[in-house]
């Protein structure tokens, strides 16, 4: 591929900013007490997301959220994470303009994807996962929001 022909296939999955970074967390009440005291913010709101078993709450910091989430069972994704790394950081989330559009970008990459399909998220965005062996041992979330 020429560097033309490279920087138009980019173009489809243009990053639109980084919508939230996500940290893992025992307990979540505790968590957003913490941010409270030490940072002087507040959730806008918390929501459970059964497909992604957990409970979280999205910290507006200027243009983009911090999420906390606490896992619904030891048996979860973020449950496992939890027992097996800590608290810490999660995943990074990108939202892009069109998910399908990224997805079909990065499996023409060779990206190792978890998600091949998107699903529903927080907010009742179109989500999906980039695995943290694909590219600097980060997992990436990609958001399309639903209204904007
Ligand atoms: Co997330």
Redo the contacts with the bound molecule.
């Keep these: 591929m020429t560097a033309p022909e490279r920087r138009n296939t980019l173009r489809w999955v243009k990053l639109l900013n980084l919508d ?1 970074v ?1 940290i893992a967390v025992e307990n979540l009440d505790r968590a957003i007490e913490g941010y409270r005291n030490r940072y002087r913010v507040e959730p806008l709101y918390r929501e459970r997301v059964d497909e992604q078993g957990v409970v979280e709450a999205m910290i507006p910091v200027g243009g983009s959220f911090v ?1 906390l989430l606490e896992p619904l069972g030891g048996e979860t994704p973020v449950g496992r994470f939890l027992s097996k790394h800590g608290e810490g950081l999660h ?1 990074v ?1 990108y939202a892009v303009s069109s998910i399908e559009a990224a997805l079909e970008h990065l499996k023409g990459e060779g990206a190792r994807l978890i998600d091949e399909t998107p699903r529903v ?1 927080g907010r009742g965005a179109r989500i999906a996962f980039v695995h943290p062996g694909d590219l600097a041992g980060t997992l990436i ?1 990609l958001v399309e929001l639903v209204d904007g």
């Design positions: 939230h996500a999420q995943h989330a998220g979330e």
